[in-house]
């Protein structure tokens, strides 16, 4: 199938997977499926490539992009110094919703890596993911397929509504399972440091990393001016147009409290949803982590259709899956938080 403004390929045919390395090869961008999110991927040695992702989606120039790797000896291509950690982490952990920030190889574009010496790495999960990386025969930038500040894209529907005509084509593959970007995890750094929580938790890493420490900007807004770990976290990100706030608090103080919001919505839990009485979409059972963040940025997505003044989501606990849900969520609600 072919629309006028971008090729639109099928991830279940070879023809699709070699089409689409094709370009990439050549220096074209190629929205692409992976567990967790759609990514917009380029050769991570071509900067020209990358400036296109840059200007597909908006995104500031600060904000360094991940690279994909379809086989573990790849990394040798992209990174230098392995730090002795990552062994046993990419034995748990890849292919799969890890990402490793590491000392750049020079020959990685600059771009990529927003002028950083360090590159983030990782293997994604999705074997229609590693297949068109082991096509294009080079290592793969790809942030998130998404306008930049819009949430990320968990489906085909999703790119083509952010990136018709702005990207030389799309893979369609399955709907992402993970639903939620990968774990961002500085090895480098002593002690190492956890930059974005993902599917992989703190607490599975703690496993390999007990010294590990939480970024402070995972849980709150970085202080204007300072220097950030992980400039991704800096932006309002991932929010509906529909203004947002995240709130805080039990089942029956926070039903209690949307039903007394006429012209507002509730994003809830699926147990809550029948006592709602405002315009309302759930995201999954309350303490299905895993189901919330499948659903999440379809939800934050769907929110601006019930055409309401605001929104105010349930948020989750914070551990295991439910703190990358949150803190996606903060980012989503710009940091207002209400606490019941
Ligand atoms: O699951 C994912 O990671 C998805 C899929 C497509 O693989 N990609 C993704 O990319 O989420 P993006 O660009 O939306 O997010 C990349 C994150 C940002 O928060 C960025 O700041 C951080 O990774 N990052 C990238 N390189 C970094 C570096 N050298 N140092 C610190 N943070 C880095
Ligand atoms: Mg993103």
């Not at 420490?213 to 932006?235: F, H, Q, T």
Request: proline content about 6%.
């Amino acid at each position: 199938m072919q629309t006028e403004k971008i090729d639109i390929l099928s991830g279940d045919r070879q023809a699709g997977i070699d089409r689409a390395g094709e370009i990439l090869r050549r220096g074209g961008i190629v929205a692409i499926p992976t567990e967790t999110v759609y990514g917009l991927a380029a050769s991570a040695f071509d900067d020209n490539a990358i400036k296109k992702v840059f200007e597909a989606k908006g995104r500031p120039q600060n904000n360094p992009l991940i690279v994909h790797i379809s086989d573990l000896d790849m990394i040798n291509e992209v990174a230098e110094d392995i730090p002795a950690t990552l062994p046993a982490l990419a034995k748990r952990f890849w292919p799969g919703p890890f990402t490793a920030v590491l000392k750049k190889k020079e020959t990685v574009a600059s771009r990529v890596s927003a002028g950083l010496d360090t590159v983030a790495v990782r293997m994604p999960a999705s074997a229609a993911a590693r297949d068109i990386i082991r096509a294009a025969g080079i290592p793969l930038a790809a942030p998130s397929a998404n306008v930049s500040g819009a949430p990320s894209p968990t489906t085909a529907a999703h790119v083509l509504a952010d990136l018709d005509g702005k990207a030389d084509a799309i893979l369609c593959g399955e709907d992402c399972s993970v639903g939620v970007e990968s774990t961002v995890v500085a090895l480098f750094s002593k002690p190492p440091r956890l930059l974005r929580p993902g599917a992989v938790t703190a607490e599975e890493l703690r496993e390999f990393l007990p010294d590990l420490i939480i970024d402070k900007a995972v849980l709150s807004e970085p202080e204007s001016g300072k220097p950030v770990a992980s400039p991704g976290m800096l932006y309002k990100h991932y929010a509906p147009r529909t203004e947002a706030f995240l709130v805080v608090g039990d089942s029956r103080d926070f039903i209690r409290f949307v039903n007394s919001k006429r012209d507002c919505a509730a994003l809830c839990f699926n147990e809550e949803f029948p006592e709602i009485t405002v315009k309302k979409l759930s995201y999954g059972e309350k303490n299905d982590k895993k189901e919330l963040a499948r659903n999440l940025f379809a939800a934050l997505r769907r929110v601006d259709t019930l055409n309401a003044q605001c929104v105010y989501i349930h948020a989750p606990d914070k551990s295991g899956v439910g703190l990358a849900v949150y803190n996606r969520l903060l980012r989503a609600a710009a940091f207002k938080v209400i606490e019941l």
